[in-house]
């Protein structure tokens, strides 16, 4: 665990941590009062501060705003991963066709809207999933800046991405789910960005193909993959439920101090509200 801030260094404390730490895109944490700095700057680090780098920060602290260039450039040779195709299953011809056929229907049952330059892409699947590993959403999306076309996909256990030129062999990446700490979506214009972050990279994929289905992909993912979000959401359920036992348990001392309750009947009533904490 990294409890240091990425920027000054200086230890993290229990209140930089409070309201969730303040982590960036690479998996940095900054400290309070680094974050206050920065946010003085540019505004959208309070609301959006895991799509910034510590690079980032560091432009915008130097030069009074982010020197957007620099940091594409640096992440692309560092986001991709280097080719991963030594897993590639060996199948009889029958076997392959049968698995092609499988995994068209899923994609079928998805309805699964990609582009006409992924037909290499899907054709490579039966090769690198598992002969039972279920598609659960898949998106056109490639690395960015790249220039190869290539696809996106989850199953129950890890993302994968496949692209493949023409004539040359599939370059795959696959992220498993217990690497994956988060994923992210930028909005934009022209491709929105899905981004994958794990430990200790980040991995980013631009989608020109149809964006609203990209984001359809993104919202499922995330689902699956932003427990942060989940987690957020059921503590805010849970803040509803003790505001309302509270009130009830003010009612319930009301009626017993009018003697409409009885000592064992409040008591009792008590542990029954106690029991929804
Ligand atoms: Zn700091």
Do not use: W
């Not at 620099?70 to 060996?90: F, G, K, L, M, Y």
């Not at 090769?127 to 199953?155: H, N, S």
């Not at 991995?203 to 989940?230: C, G, L």
């Amino acid at each position: 665990m990294n409890n240091h801030c990425g920027l000054c260094g200086k230890e993290l404390t229990s209140i930089d941590m409070m309201l969730g730490e303040n982590k960036l895109s690479e998996g940095n944490i900054i400290c309070n009062s680094c974050l206050e700095k920065a946010s003085v700057l540019n505004e959208e680090l309070l609301s959006d501060l895991h799509r910034f780098s510590l690079k980032d920060i560091e432009s915008l602290l130097q030069n009074g705003e982010i020197v957007q260039r620099e940091t594409i450039q640096e992440n692309i040779s560092e986001n991709i991963p280097a080719v991963a195709d030594s897993e590639r299953r060996v199948l009889s011809k029958d076997l392959y066709k049968k698995r092609l056929k499988e995994i068209k229907k899923q994609l079928e049952s998805l309805r699964a809207n990609l582009s006409l330059f992924t037909k290499g892409e899907i054709k490579e699947l039966p090769y690198i999933l598992d002969p039972d590993e279920v598609i659960l959403a898949i998106t056109d999306a490639q690395f960015t800046k790249t220039t190869d076309a290539g696809i996106l996909l989850t199953t129950p256990k890890r993302m994968i991405s496949v692209s493949k030129a023409m004539f040359s062999p599939a370059k795959v990446n696959e992220f498993l789910n217990e690497d994956i700490l988060e994923v992210s979506f930028v909005k934009n214009f022209v491709s929105p960005n899905i981004r994958i972050h794990t430990k200790d990279k980040m991995f980013e994929f631009e989608s020109f193909f149809n964006k609203d289905y990209a984001e359809d992909f993104y919202q499922f993912i995330s689902k699956i993959y932003n427990r942060e979000d989940v987690s957020e959401a059921s503590s805010a359920e849970q803040d509803v439920i003790s505001e309302s036992v509270l009130e009830q348990l003010e009612k319930l001392g009301k009626l017993r101090e009018n003697g409409i309750l009885t000592e064992e009947e409040f008591t009792l009533q008590k542990k029954k509200l106690l029991e929804k904490l």
